[in-house]
């Protein structure tokens, strides 16, 4: 929880206050990269904010709370219900429903993961302050005062522009693309989760065509961004690796594929071998072990013989002697 309230935290520092310094990038005069009309506010966007965010949080949550609802109702209708994972609290008759506990451990390890790719898309743009596709339309510089007489020349002052500071900031803002990776992020981590824990019959070809339709939005959400000119396709390509690489790094390290705890007889096992007394568990011994424990009994045998030969040969001469 500590942890979660301080990524928390982190991400509402980037997002809305000026903690962080964004690096005013220059540009060329007359470059045609940032040349491109001004699309309008981000509301008026096929993919507008409020709609991306409203999927990227209500869906995933949805989808598993169903998932793990129909799961543990399959457990309980297959008499499975002993076997289910459990967190005991105080002896061995209170525990956390197993349904409660999977549904809080996957979307809390979702939540966390959403805030991670909102910290490292906000930090890479306040650290490359790359400027957007429309970026000399909102800032308006004042060639003739500047000087700009070739397009070769650079412009490096934060106070060229002359349009309005908030949108300016705001077009500063754009690698990586953070529409692109948080799409990308919840696409992917609702693939794997489907994936990995519908295991119905029947679900050969739904499971890919569910999965695959999740990704596609995700991609087209990436396209409409450099179609509408307020992201460059490096914004978008890196906004996409990013998004996948939390959400795979969180599937497979952290949860596991989604797979719960293994039941207490599996992990006692190898314990019980370990406790059993030496004299149950069957012993190949070696043949050098088998030498060292026959040589004492062979050599006292050969000793035994040779006294014995030894008295025989006397008890011989005595008698001729006689």
């Known amino acids: 929880m500590v942890i979660m309230a301080g990524t928390v935290m982190l991400a509402y520092y980037f997002e809305y206050t000026d903690t962080f310094a964004v690096n005013v990038q220059g540009f060329f005069c007359y470059e045609g990269a940032y040349r491109k009309p001004y ?21 995933p949550v949805l989808v598993i709370i169903v998932g793990e609802t129909a799961v543990f109702c399959l457990q309980l209708a297959t008499k499975d219900f002993e076997n289910q994972e459990k967190t005991i609290l105080t002896g061995d008759c209170c525990y956390i429903n197993p349904l409660v506990r999977r549904t809080i451990r996957f979307l809390g390890i979702y939540a966390f993961g959403l805030f991670a790719t909102d910290i490292f898309v906000n930090a890479g743009q306040v650290v490359t302050g790359n400027l957007a596709p429309h970026f000399l339309a909102l800032c308006k510089p004042n060639y003739t005062a500047l000087g700009c007489k070739q397009y070769t020349q650079f412009i490096s002052s934060a106070h060229a522009c002359t349009g309005n500071p908030d949108l300016i900031m705001k077009a500063r803002k754009t690698f990586p693309s953070k529409e692109a990776a948080l799409s990308i992020y919840a696409a992917m981590y609702l693939a794997m989760y489907i994936t990995s824990t519908v295991k119905a019959r029947g679900t050969r070809l739904a499971k890919p065509v569910l999965c695959l339709g999740l990704m596609c939005l995700a991609f087209l959400t990436g396209i409409n961004r450099v179609a509408e000119y307020r992201n460059h396709w490096s914004d978008v390509i890196a906004g996409f690796i990013i998004g996948i690489s939390i959400a795979v790094f969180l599937v497979v390290c952290v949860v596991n594929n989604f797979r719960g705890r293994q039941p207490e007889h599996e992990h006692s096992h190898t314990d019980n071998l370990a406790q059993m007394p030496m004299i149950s568990i069957p012993r190949v011994e070696s043949p050098l072990e088998k030498l060292q424990i ?13 006294k014995t030969k030894t008295l025989r040969a006397l008890l011989e001469q005595n008698q001729l002697y006689k």
């Open 39 to 59: 699309p309008g506010p981000e509301d008026s966007s096929a993919v507008p904010p409020v709609l991306l965010y409203s999927l990227t949080a209500g869906v």
């Open 294 to 306: 026959l040589a004492p009994l062979c050599w006292h045998s050969t000793v035994m013989h040779l």
